[in-house]
T-cell receptor, first 115, second 112 residues
């Protein structure tokens, strides 16, 4: 079955430090890949997406993600986090072929920023 | 402004009382979906629609109905809500298969 795994439920990072959030997927073929952020009480905001091409994807708010086919991963990174980055982060995937329509989400990683 | 809107944003109801959560998009998108978000489970798709009068089940369709009579609207219907449908619901839309999904602000539902 298709799945998206975010191994870390919680991550705590000091303000100004670098960040990496992990995401692994299990699909028959390379899916479309997304990272969304959800601030407390808010909806989902798209940070970045990968459909094909360059495996390093730049997104909004200084985030980037790298697609690694050999590792079935799409990890999210930021070189220096700000207190406002504290939120829930979701990795998601969608079949790029003619299969299921919906996004499959990971269970989320809760990011805590220490002063 | 391009957006997906949902109403109501918050709803408290009782078991068995039919309710409808509306979803509307102003981007002329063909694809629309409903998701529910539960702690520790992430988001799961309930139903989706690829165009007017074309709908299909997602991963967790039990207890829900949808309709797509107009391109812009995709209401979610709970005929007989139960407490296990207490959740945060998101509507989403996108132009076609290869495009990004845009999410509504969410509807928080509590079924007593």
């Amino acid at each position: 079955a298709q799945s998206v795994t975010q191994p870390d439920i919680h991550i705590t990072v000091s303000e100004g430090a670098s960040l990496e959030l992990r995401c692994n997927y299990s699909y028959g073929a390379t899916p479309y890949l997304f990272w969304y952020v959800q601030s407390p009480g808010q909806g989902l905001q798209l940070l970045l997406k990968y459909f094909s091409g360059d495996t390093l994807v730049q997104g909004i708010k200084g985030f980037e993600a790298e697609f690694k086919r050999s590792q079935s991963s799409f990890n999210l990174r930021k070189p220096s986090v700000h207190w406002s980055d504290a939120a829930e982060y979701f990795c998601a995937a969608r079949d790029s072929g003619g299969g299921a329509d919906g996004l499959t989400f990971g269970k989320g990683t809760h990011l805590i920023i220490q002063p | 402004e391009a957006q997906v809107t949902q109403n109501p944003r918050y709803l408290i109801t009782v078991t068995g009382k039919k309710l409808t959560v509306t979803c509307s998009q102003n981007m002329n998108h063909e694809y629309m979906s409903w998701y529910r978000q539960d702690p520790g489970l992430g988001l799961r798709q309930i139903y989706y629609s690829m165009n007017v009068e074309v709908t299909d089940k997602g991963d967790v369709p039990e207890g829900y109905k949808v309709s797509r009579k107009e391109k812009r609207n995709f209401p979610l219907i709970l005929e007989s809500p139960s407490p296990n449908q207490t959740s945060l619901y998101f509507c989403a839309s996108r132009r076609d298969r290869s495009e990004t999904q845009y999410f509504g602000p969410g509807t928080r539902l509590l079924v007593l």
